[in-house]
């Protein structure tokens, strides 16, 4: 292991020599290559990014300390195209050669490739930054004012270039900030009335107070939450250009400044006149909806309109939509003040409901008694939309197939902005030749169909508004779905139908409540049991060894117990051994109870279950947009199954279990909760975590967890050092080729960053397990959590990935390595088998978490 790691450093040194002298490759003759930038403030050397931000000139970007982007760039030729045409025209004999060997329109062919490779090079990588005296200066510039903004009006900025030998050159920016100022006292002279007397009440809340250091960034957001406050007070004209603060030193003790916020009326130009007015609280009197607006028809007449509950919809054709559900949509009031977050909150649920282009627009217009109208122009998309998809998808269950999926989207179903969708998929699979009927390549298929219908409301026999207004933007969704395969595990039969209601009760806080989600699950191919889950016919094989059965005895079922390739009949040997007649629990008692927790295993991923399903899930976000990437986010789940349906159904005679439609009704409580947290290095690089813990308990009759609702760990956005299912549970090694327990702990650890453009990399760690908390009897000791004893079954992985961002999503490939392994005999279960030949290869679509 130590020589393993011994020859990658050394190569890491060879390839660092060997690069670094390419690296001004492209530099021109008398000019350097910008290696490095360092900023010294008062004597100290500082990292930080905002502070770096202010230089107008950085080095190529670099990798472990590699230019990546640099020496891609070098590998391609500039101005390749005009350079081989010189060339060729200079030496025409050349030319006459290639055609000699080649025909014309191959010669041609090759050149158009080799520029395509050479236009990726220089596209894909970056041109070396070359030192410019002038953008040094304004660098110098930037970083005094930066400092100047911080409150150190005297900071005074420098540079020192070091030229080196190798074409290369770094720039030291000096930077004395000496004294800082603070506010001393801060004044108001602000013109209207209204907005004195809103600015006095929310006063106690300002960013901006007396003993602080100047700091122009608080000055901004001072701003900023002055012009949230005014415009969601009702006055709609305010915006930043109507406010300033002034900044005083003089006549003040050293280095204390007066600070007064400057606040003017609103300024109107009328029939070529300019003049001024206070600033007043605006009302909305007038709700106008275009339902069919089209800026090509903009002038068509209105041909129907109706009012409803003061909003007036209108429309240039007959109205395709009931008034009354799409009003629910809309959070602007008639007779109430103007508030900006209205008009958002509008705006974002107009276009939740998928029926209208993105590019609707709200308007307002000013009203001769100073109310306002506001007119809201919407563009239908078309009632009826068609789509066709395919895909390739790939895991260790099933490593290669082909998807397929057509869809249908119906629109304002009800007239109420309702959405229909329907969706029918099939895969031509490859999945293991020893389970599968056939030798063909596609040796397996997977078919479905979903349906979902959206209602932008709740649909709820009980008046819902008083807890759940429109402004939540609530939604109902009923969803079924029906899935069959063929190879695949057990072939499982899958139909799911449901009702859930979804609603947001602030920017960042959004919840989900199901109030129904019933799964049916039926296995087709039982028989192919032992044939999928191999290692439990191994340990029949082991007990065989033991109790060794006379070849030609007949089962009481007329099966025998050999096939006719000798091999032993799994299912048949199982009857064979557990038949109380045979007296092995006496005889035997060890092979007997072995035999008895197969089949029990067998009982529970060969059952046929009805989950009935009841669930809420609480989900928090702060995240201020999509490019923000510094922020955290919270979920909860709370799960129950069959605890109410059992209420009123009785238990099977046979099996003592509740049962409905003639299967056992899954009783169970989960609980689930996930924490992730994101810190932005800085807009290409940022550091993930995230937390996630589950549990799952049996309750009333069931004594387990269906197979399809239990936890399973390892795979592409889990812990990727293990394939999907080969993961736990605990330290046991039962060679179960899908592995589930009803406890699961994760923790993942990611640092993303940009290589080049559109490639970024990843190096990440995850940790983790699944246990046992049933109390099953045929679990192994090993399998199940014993308190903060099990933590040491945490398993860890790490490894680093490759994405390449097509900006609509982003393909991912990570090598995760086994880093510490619970199941191990060894004492020391550290980097056993860290190394390539055991890596997990998994390739994904956008990020893991």
């Known amino acids: 292991?130590?020589?393993?790691?011994?020859?990658?450093?050394?190569?890491?040194?060879?390839?660092?020599?060997?690069?670094?002298?390419?690296?001004?490759?492209?530099?021109?003759?008398?000019?350097?290559?910008?290696?490095?930038?360092?900023?010294?403030?008062?004597?100290?050397?500082?990292?930080?990014?905002?502070?770096?931000?202010?230089?107008?000139?950085?080095?190529?970007?670099?990798?472990?300390?590699?230019?990546?982007?640099?020496?891609?760039?070098?590998?391609?030729?500039?101005?390749?195209?005009?350079?081989?045409?010189?060339?060729?025209?200079?030496?025409?004999?050349?030319?006459?050669?290639?055609?000699?060997?080649?025909?014309?329109?191959?010669?041609?062919?090759?050149?158009?490739?080799y520029n395509g490779i050479n236009a990726w090079f220089l596209k894909n990588g970056n041109a070396p930054v070359i030192s410019d005296s002038t953008k040094i200066r304004k660098s110098v510039s930037s970083l005094t004012k930066y400092y100047q903004s911080k409150g150190y009006f005297d900071a005074e900025a420098s540079f020192k270039q070091i030229k080196k030998d190798n074409k290369k050159i770094t720039v030291d920016y000096l930077v004395t900030k000496n004294n800082p100022y603070f506010i001393d006292s801060i004044a108001t002279d602000i013109s209207s009335p209204?907005?004195?007397?809103?600015?006095?009440?929310?006063?106690?809340?300002?960013?901006?107070?007396?003993?602080?250091?100047?700091?122009?960034?608080?000055?901004?957001?001072?701003?900023?939450?002055?012009?949230?406050?005014?415009?969601?007070?009702?006055?709609?004209?305010?915006?930043?250009?109507?406010?300033?603060?002034?900044?005083?030193?003089?006549?003040?003790?050293?280095?204390?400044?007066?600070?007064?916020?400057?606040?003017?009326?609103?300024?109107?130009?009328?029939?070529?006149?300019?003049?001024?007015?206070?600033?007043?609280?605006?009302?909305?009197?007038?709700?106008?909806?275009?339902?069919?607006?089209?800026?090509?028809?903009?002038?068509?007449?209105?041909?129907?309109?109706?009012?409803?509950?003061?909003?007036?919809f209108k429309s240039t054709n007959k109205l395709a939509y009931n008034p009354k559900y799409l009003a629910n949509a809309i959070i602007i009031q008639k007779d109430s003040i103007y508030r900006d977050t209205e008009q958002q909150l509008t705006r974002a649920y107009l276009r939740d409901l998928q029926n209208f282009k993105p590019s609707l627009d709200i308007k307002y217009e000013e009203n001769e008694d100073g109310s306002l109208t506001s007119n809201i122009y919407l563009t239908p998309l078309k009632k009826f939309s068609f789509?066709?998809?395919?895909?390739?998808?790939?895991?260790?269950?099933?490593?290669?197939?082909?998807?397929?999926?057509?869809?249908?989207?119906?629109?304002?179903?009800?007239?109420?902005?309702?959405?229909?969708?329907?969706?029918?998929?099939?895969?031509?699979?490859?999945?293991?030749?020893?389970?599968?009927?056939?030798?063909?390549?596609?040796?397996?298929?997977?078919?479905?169909?979903?349906?979902?219908?959206?209602?932008?409301?709740?649909?709820?026999?009980?008046?819902?508004?008083?807890?759940?207004?429109?402004?939540m933007t609530p939604k109902t969704n009923v969803e079924l779905s029906i899935a069959l395969q063929r190879n695949i595990g057990l072939d499982r039969q899958n139909i799911t139908g449901g009702l859930n209601y979804t609603w947001k009760s602030s920017k960042t806080t959004d919840h989900k409540f199901e109030l129904l989600n019933m799964q049916y699950i039926k296995n087709l191919r039982t028989d192919k049991y032992f044939t999928i889950y191999k290692s439990e016919a191994y340990k029949l094989d082991?007990?065989?060894?033991?109790?060794?059965?006379?070849?030609?005895?007949?089962?009481?079922?007329?099966?025998?117990?050999?096939?006719?390739?000798?091999?032993?009949?799994?299912?048949?040997?199982?009857?064979?051994?557990?038949?109380?007649?045979?007296?092995?629990?006496?005889?035997?008692?060890?092979?007997?109870?072995?035999?008895?927790?197969?089949?029990?295993?067998?009982?529970?991923?060969?059952?046929?279950?009805?989950?009935?399903?009841?669930?809420?899930?609480?989900?928090?976000?702060?995240?201020?947009?999509?490019?923000?990437?510094?922020?955290?986010?919270?979920?909860?789940?709370?799960?129950?199954?069959?605890?109410?349906?059992?209420?009123?159904?009785?238990?099977?005679?046979?099996?003592?279990?509740?049962?409905?439609?003639?299967?056992?009704?899954?009783?169970?409580?989960?609980?689930?909760?996930?924490?992730?947290?994101?810190?932005?290095?800085?807009?290409?690089?940022?550091?993930?975590?995230?937390?996630?813990?589950?549990?799952?308990?049996?309750?009333?009759?069931?004594?387990s967890i269906p197979f399809s609702r239990s936890y399973r760990a390892g795979g592409s956005n889990d812990i990727r050092a293990w394939n999907t299912f080969k993961l736990g549970p605990g330290s046991e090694t039962n060679g179960l080729e899908f592995n589930v327990g009803s406890l699961k702990l994760t923790s993942n650890l990611e640092y993303r960053f940009q290589v080049v453009n559109n490639i970024y990399s990843a190096l990440f760690i995850d940790a983790g397990n699944i246990w046992d908390i049933t109390n099953s009897s045929i679990t192994d000791s090993k399998a199940k959590f014993n308190g903060l004893s099990s933590l040491k079954d945490i398993a860890v992985g790490s490894g680093f990935g490759i994405r390449y961002d097509f900006s609509f999503l982003v393909f991912r490939l990570d090598a995760g390595f086994k880093t510490y392994e619970p199941y191990l005999g060894s004492s020391n279960k550290w980097f056993k088998n860290y190394n390539f030949g055991n890596a997990v290869y998994n390739i994904g679509i956008n990020y893991p978490f």
């Open 542 to 703: 082991n007990i065989a060894e033991v109790i060794v059965p006379d070849e030609t005895y007949i089962t009481v079922g007329g099966e025998n117990l050999y096939d006719d390739d000798g091999d032993l009949n799994s299912s048949n040997y199982l009857e064979y051994i557990l038949d109380a007649d045979e007296g092995f629990s006496v005889s035997n008692p060890t092979e007997y109870e072995n035999a008895e927790d197969v089949e029990e295993r067998r009982s529970i991923l060969t059952e046929d279950v009805l989950v009935p399903v009841m669930s809420y899930t609480y989900n928090y976000s702060n995240r201020d947009g999509f490019t923000d990437n510094s922020f955290s986010g919270f979920t909860a789940k709370l799960v129950s199954s069959g605890n109410i349906t059992s209420m009123f159904v009785n238990k099977s005679s046979t099996s003592n279990k509740k049962e409905l439609f003639g299967l056992e009704v899954a009783q169970y409580i989960k609980t689930e909760v996930e924490y992730k947290k994101y810190w932005g290095i800085n807009s290409k690089a940022s550091l993930v975590h995230r937390t996630f813990i589950g549990a799952a308990f049996p309750m009333g009759s069931s004594e």
């Open 1 to 113: 292991m130590y020589n393993y790691f011994a020859k990658i450093i050394v190569f890491i040194i060879l390839t660092v020599v060997i690069i670094s002298c390419t690296a001004t490759k492209r530099v021109p003759q008398d000019k350097y290559l910008l290696s490095k930038n360092t900023i010294v403030v008062d004597d100290k050397k500082i990292g930080n990014p905002d502070v770096i931000s202010y230089l107008r000139q950085t080095p190529n970007t670099k990798i472990l300390g590699i230019p990546i982007s640099l020496h891609i760039y070098n590998f391609a030729k500039p101005n390749y195209e005009i350079k081989f045409q010189e060339w060729l025209d200079k030496n025409p004999n050349k030319e006459r050669k290639l055609v000699n060997v080649f025909s014309q329109k191959q010669v041609k062919a090759m050149e158009n490739a």
């Open 387 to 471: 789509g066709i998809d395919n895909e390739y998808i790939t895991s260790n269950i099933k490593p290669f197939g082909i998807l397929g999926k057509v869809s249908w989207s119906n629109r304002n179903v009800f007239r109420g902005a309702e959405v229909l969708e329907v969706s029918f998929q099939g895969s031509f699979l490859n999945v293991a030749a020893e389970i599968a009927d056939s030798d063909r390549f596609f040796n397996a298929w997977e078919i479905g169909s979903s349906a979902t219908l959206k209602f932008p409301r709740i649909l709820f026999p009980i008046n819902t508004k008083g807890i759940i207004p429109k402004r």
């Open 194 to 312: 209204v907005l004195d007397s809103l600015y006095k009440l929310y006063r106690g809340k300002s960013l901006v107070k007396v003993g602080d250091q100047i700091d122009y960034t608080k000055f901004e957001n001072e701003e900023d939450r002055l012009i949230e406050i005014f415009r969601n007070s009702g006055v709609y004209y305010f915006g930043k250009n109507n406010m300033e603060y002034w900044i005083d030193t003089l006549g003040l003790s050293p280095y204390r400044t007066s600070v007064t916020l400057e606040i003017n009326d609103r300024v109107i130009e009328k029939n070529d006149s300019v003049y001024t007015e206070p600033f007043k609280i605006r009302k909305v009197s007038t709700v106008n909806v275009y339902t069919d607006f089209s800026f090509v028809d903009k002038n068509k007449p209105i041909q129907d309109s109706v009012s409803y509950k003061g909003y007036n």
